[in-house]
C-alpha cells in the first residue's frame, strides 16, 4: 500500500514534530480531522476496494465508534488495560482514551496511556497510524511536551504492535476489556471449531476466541456484521456465545458508513466463569413474541430447485422463480415455464416471497398468491409458505401480515442481512393485520 504508506509518514511527522514542541495542542491542530473520517478517506483514495476487502481494512467511524462505546466508564480513573486485537489505525481506542486522564505533563499523560491502550494488527502501517493518531489526541486535548524528556514514537504505547489478534486472544487477554471491529472476511479457521463447519467469517473467529479464552469478569465490546446476530449459520456460536458472555447489549446499528454496504450491530458483555452454568440465559438476539406467529398458521420452506446445479430430468411441472413471479398480486403458474426435476412440488394454494431482500427494500416481505396448476417446482430463490389449513383465505391473511408496516419493521430488525430465512418468517408475530 505504497500511496498510503506516504499518508503515514506524514502523520509521524506531524506527530514526532509535535512531540518535541513545547506550544499547546490546542495551537497545533486547527482541525482534529485526523481523529476522525480523514484517514479512511485516504485509504479508499489510496487502496481498491477489493485489496481493502480482502484485508478486512474498513476504519469505524467516530458515530459508529460512539454508539459502539455509549457505556464505557467515563470515569477519573482508567478502568484498567483494554485490548483492540484488531486495531488498525486507532479508531476504537481513539474512543477509549479520550476517557482516559491527560495530565498537564505529555510524558507523564502518554506513559499512562501507554500502559493501557494495547493492539495488534496484521499491517503494520496501520500500527504506526494509530500510534501517531493517539500521541496527537494526547497533544490536542492539552497534555504539552516539556523539555525534560526527548520521545520517540516508536517508544510510545509499547502494548500496540504489529501481530496476528487471533493469537494474542488465543493466549488469554487478562488484561480486563476487550473492544473490536475485526475483520469481516470469510476463512477457513484451520483448525476445528465447534461452532462452525468449512469457512466462516473472521469476525466470528474473533468473538469466539475473545470469550473462549479471556479470564472471566472481561468485559467485551465488538462491532460485528449483522449476519452473526441473525444468520442461521451462527446459530451455534450465538449458542456458545450465550452460555460464555452475560450479555448487557445487542444493538443493530445499521449501515457501517456511507462508503461500505454491510449492516453491523453492537454486542456487548462480560466474561463468565466457564464452570457457571447455571445462568446461561437465552439472550435476545433479537425482539421475540410469546404470542402467535405466522409460523404456527402456515409450513415455512425454502424452494428446493437450484436452477444451475440441478439436472434437468424427470418430469415436467410448471417451474416458479424470482425474476419471472410479479411482486404481490395473484399469479396462475399455469403461465409459468416448465422445467423437468424430480425434487418437492408445491401444491398451490401458497404464497411465495423472495428470498433475496436487503432491510427497508420495498420489495422485502412482500408475498404473491400462487394458484393454477397442481404440483409446481419452486426455485430456491424464493421462500414459499403454505397455510396448514391449504385455505386460499389463509393465503390471504399471510399476504397481509407480511405486508404489514409493523411486520415490515420487525423483519427489518429480526434479520438485517441480505436473505430472508425460514426460521425469521416462522417466528414472525401475527400482528393484528
Ligand atoms: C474492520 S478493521 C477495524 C480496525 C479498527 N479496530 C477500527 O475499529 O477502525 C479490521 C482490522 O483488522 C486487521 N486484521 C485483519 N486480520 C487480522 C488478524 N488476523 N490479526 C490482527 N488484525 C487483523 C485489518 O488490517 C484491519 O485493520
Excluded at 480482502?54 to 483494554?82: I, K, N, Q
Excluded at 486535548?141 to 486472544?169: E, K, S, Y
Excluded at 398458521?297 to 418430469?315: K, L, Y
Excluded at 417446482?377 to 390471504?396: A, F, R, T, W, Y
Amino acid at each position: 500500500m505504497p500511496d498510503f504508506d506516504a499518508y503515514v509518514s506524514s502523520m509521524e511527522e506531524r506527530a514526532s514534530s509535535a512531540l518535541s514542541s513545547t506550544s499547546n495542542g490546542a495551537d497545533l491542530f486547527g482541525s482534529v480531522d485526523f481523529l476522525d473520517g480523514q484517514v479512511s478517506r485516504k485509504l479508499r483514495e489510496a487502496v481498491p476496494l477489493g485489496v481493502r476487502r480482502e484485508r478486512g481494512a474498513f476504519f469505524t467511524s467516530s458515530d459508529l465508534r460512539t454508539a459502539a462505546l455509549v457505556a464505557w466508564p467515563r470515569a477519573e480513573t482508567p478502568v484498567g488495560p483494554v485490548l483492540d486485537p484488531a486495531v488498525g489505525a486507532g479508531d476504537l481506542l481513539i474512543e477509549v482514551a479520550q476517557s482516559l486522564p491527560v495530565f498537564s505533563g505529555l510524558d507523564s499523560t502518554l506513559d499512562l496511556w501507554g500502559s493501557q491502550l494495547h493492539g495488534r494488527d496484521i499491517e503494520p502501517s496501520f500500527v504506526r497510524l494509530a500510534k501517531a493518531r493517539l500521541a496527537l489526541l494526547a497533544i490536542s486535548r492539552g497534555a504539552v511536551p516539556t523539555n525534560g524528556r526527548r520521545m520517540r514514537l516508536d517508544d510510545l504505547f509499547p502494548g500496540i504492535m504489529a501481530g496476528d489478534g487471533i493469537d494474542v486472544l488465543n493466549s488469554g487477554w487478562e488484561g480486563g476489556h476487550i473492544v473490536m471491529n475485526p475483520p469481516f472476511g470469510y476463512h477457513s479457521p484451520g483448525f476445528a471449531v465447534e461452532w462452525a463447519n468449512g469457512r466462516t467469517n473472521m469476525a466470528a473467529m474473533f468473538l469466539a476466541s475473545a470469550i473462549e479464552h479471556s479470564t472471566a469478569g472481561t468485559s467485551l465490546t465488538a462491532i460485528l456484521p449483522e449476519v452473526i446476530r441473525t444468520g442461521s449459520r451462527y446459530r451455534r456460536l450465538r449458542a456458545f456465545v450465550s452460555e460464555r458472555l452475560r450479555v448487557v447489549g445487542v444493538e443493530s446499528f445499521g449501515r457501517f458508513d456511507a462508503w461500505t454496504d454491510v449492516d453491523v450491530f453492537t454486542l456487548r458483555g462480560v466474561v463468565k466463569e466457564v464452570s457457571v452454568k447455571e445462568d446461561s440465559e437465552t439472550v435476545e438476539w433479537w425482539q421475540r413474541s410469546n404470542g402467535r406467529k405466522l409460523g404456527e398458521e402456515c409450513d415455512i420452506s425454502v424452494g428446493s430447485v437450484v436452477p444451475h446445479r440441478d439436472e434437468e430430468s424427470g418430469e415436467e411441472y410448471p417451474f416458479l422463480q424470482a425474476r419471472q413471479i410479479p411482486l404481490g398480486g395473484d399469479y396462475d403458474a399455469s403461465q409459468a415455464e416448465k422445467r423437468r426435476f424430480t425434487s418437492r412440488l408445491f401444491e398451490p394454494p401458497f404464497v411465495v416471497v423472495r428470498r433475496t431482500s436487503r432491510p427497508a427494500d420495498r420489495a422485502r416481505g412482500i408475498g404473491t398468491l400462487i394458484n393454477g396448476a397442481d404440483g409446481i417446482l419452486v426455485e430456491n430463490h424464493l421462500l414459499v409458505c403454505k397455510p396448514k389449513d391449504g385455505s386460499l383465505e389463509s393465503c390471504h391473511r399471510a399476504i397481509a401480515l407480511l405486508r404489514s408496516p409493523k411486520s415490515r419493521e420487525w423483519l427489518d430488525q429480526r434479520i438485517r442481512c441480505r436473505h430472508l430465512t425460514v426460521g425469521a418468517l416462522r417466528e414472525m408475530p401475527w400482528f393484528d393485520a
